[in-house]
């Protein structure tokens, strides 16, 4: 069953069934009220990036990090998948020197994909744009501190920051903000102030877009050779085409 809003918004009874995989998983029981209510939404970009991704995590990454590091860092040698995780919702402290200047909470990262070697993290949007703010940093938006925390999360490890968009028109704040901070010159004179190691370890920030993900998807699809993982791809494309994520 479904309602449907003044604005013509449909939403679930049951935010299940907005989801095509793992709709039992543990991480529901304790995930916030209102997080479970967004994901009843038609428009929810929480059960887009758990559809996608949660697929995306029952392949093995060596068939579709290649691929999705071709089109999302931009570089033709992808990093080694050796030990590679794929985590959603992850919980990341800031940096404690941030902190002196007034308090910021845990940053929730839609998307982290790392490795002994390397951290990416993917911030994801659907019909919505990025905040541009924090309640005590107003001037800090959500690209700049996804980098900071990631950066210094990532320590040692080379850090990739990504920010996945159903298209340019559609976040053009976020867009803009991925064209300035992808100067690093530009990001690490904004973050001096409590960054004194220059994010030395900042390797990419870049722009994906959700058909970026359904071509990573069909590459998967026809280079899998197991046939359970190759109906993961195959179920999560359909949902894409069926939500007009693929062009």
Do not use: C
Request: glycine share 6%.
């Amino acid at each position: 069953m479904a309602k449907t809003t003044k604005s013509g918004v449909r939403v679930l009874d049951d935010f299940r069934d907005n989801l095509i995989i793992d709709r039992y998983d543990p991480v529901f029981a304790t995930m916030r009220g209102l997080k479970l209510r967004h994901l009843r939404s038609e428009n929810s970009e929480d059960a887009v990036t758990w559809n996608v991704f949660r697929s995306l995590r029952q392949i093995d990454p060596a068939v579709w990090l290649p691929e999705l590091a071709r089109r999302g860092l931009q570089r033709k040698e992808p990093p080694p998948a050796d030990g590679t995780v794929l985590s959603l919702w992850l919980s990341v402290s800031p940096p404690p020197a941030l902190l002196a200047g007034g308090d910021e909470g845990n940053s929730e990262i839609d998307i982290a994909i790392e490795s002994p070697f390397w951290v990416w993290f993917i911030e994801t949007k659907y019909r919505s744009d990025i905040e541009t703010g924090t309640k005590t940093r107003p001037e800090r938006d959500q690209v700049l501190r996804n980098i900071d925390v990631g950066s210094y999360y990532a320590g040692k490890r080379d850090f990739f920051f990504s920010l996945l968009v159903s298209s340019p028109v559609t976040s053009p704040v976020g867009a803009a903000k991925i064209d300035r901070y992808s100067d690093f010159a530009e990001t690490q004179a904004l973050l001096q102030d409590h960054r004194p190691d220059h994010l030395a370890n900042l390797r990419g920030v870049t722009l994906l877009t959700w058909s970026d993900m359904a071509a990573v998807l069909t590459d998967a699809r026809n280079s899998i050779v197991r046939t359970d993982e190759q109906q993961y791809a195959e179920r999560a494309l359909e949902w894409m085409q069926a939500k007009g994520l693929v062009e």
